[in-house]
């Protein structure tokens, strides 16, 4: 069975609005929730995937995912710690992913965070800037490799990148259901774009100001 | 009023536990919620707040709001854009940070990074540590810097930080519910751990591998 097949659909935990439609959970997905390093017991998935709790002790539960080639064992010790990311679906935590990375590009204060950086290293501005340009190469080294895996690549390894290095990436984003790299990807850049401003002239009057609005709502 | 006050407590978006307890939501948090830059309006702070939809046109909800003190003006244009971030009351929205801390903590693949680049690098040992030192310092720098808003300080600017750092960054905490900000800081910490890595040596036979288990769920 193909592992692309959607297995379910899923409401959202965290829409408000209620024109947001459901995710699609696709049998690759319970496939890996079901395994190491999650292995999820039929209580947990039942909840994951928004099922009402079965009085059947999960049997209709699993009853489907036999249908689709999947297979739980009953009594199942779960592994990994249940967290608040564990309720997410990875299409609704990628969803996240991108609302998070979306507000960082256009809220955070970068600007003036470099502004204030800069004013203190008024008397040093070249070692600064030697600085900046260091961290500039470092950042953008972490960038690509953390690129190397999933949920930007496939969860299998293909030839070209390092094993170890997919494998933790893997482990990491299997642990976050694709929630974790593309966040750590969105906070790097903000460190970035404070880098780039770093080495921006001292007398720019431009500031974020303006994305902060005049603090009052309107009628 | 006291802005501590209890307004109401929420049931959370992301619990899978059924023994989650409720969060509590004070009426300065309200408060944030319907002034610049959120500007919620009635139907969308009764969702954030888990309340069933009212026929009233949010009648019940804004007497509530008089009784502590809150104005809700009927038809109000709301100002953010509503993403996935809005729902969260700024209790889940921090338990949800710490979370994501504690994974990054404890599965984030420092080390497997730290030495493949080490092996792009055995040429140039020196100029990469050099690099690395630079960077160091950058990012304790920006660190110290993002922590001196809210959410880890109060929402009221006080007197030794620079008024516009603590603007942006309040603006920034007010838009994320107080889960930006720790999250940009949870993967700075990532960056900083990979950086302190790639000063260790060459032949450190350590590797994070142990975090990853066997790839196999006990029965």
Redesign the interface.
Known sequence: ISPNLVFCHVP??????SSTSKYKVSVGEVERR????E?LNAS?LG??LRRAKSKNGGKSLREKLEKYGLRL?A???K?AS???????VEG?AS??AR??D???KT???VK??A???KR?HTNDKQALA???E??L???K??QD??LCGPPGMSYEWEPGV?K??F???R??AL??HG??TP??V???N??HR??EELLQSQDSKE???G?????????
Chains 1, 2 share one sequence.
């Open positions: 959202g935990r965290l829409s408000l609005l079901l395994s190491s390093p292995c947990l909840g994951v064992p009594g199942r010790r592994a249940v967290t608040l990311l564990t309720s997410l609704e969803h996240l609302d998070f979306y507000v960082s809220e955070f204060p003036r965070l502004q204030y950086t203190q030697a600085k900046v260091a961290s190469k470092l950042v080294e972490f490799l953390i390092d170890d290095v494998n933790g990436l482990h990491f642990v976050t929630f974790g966040t750590i969105t906070a790097i903000v460190f404070y880098l500031n974020d100001g994305q902060m609005g005049n603090g009052k709502c309107s009628s």
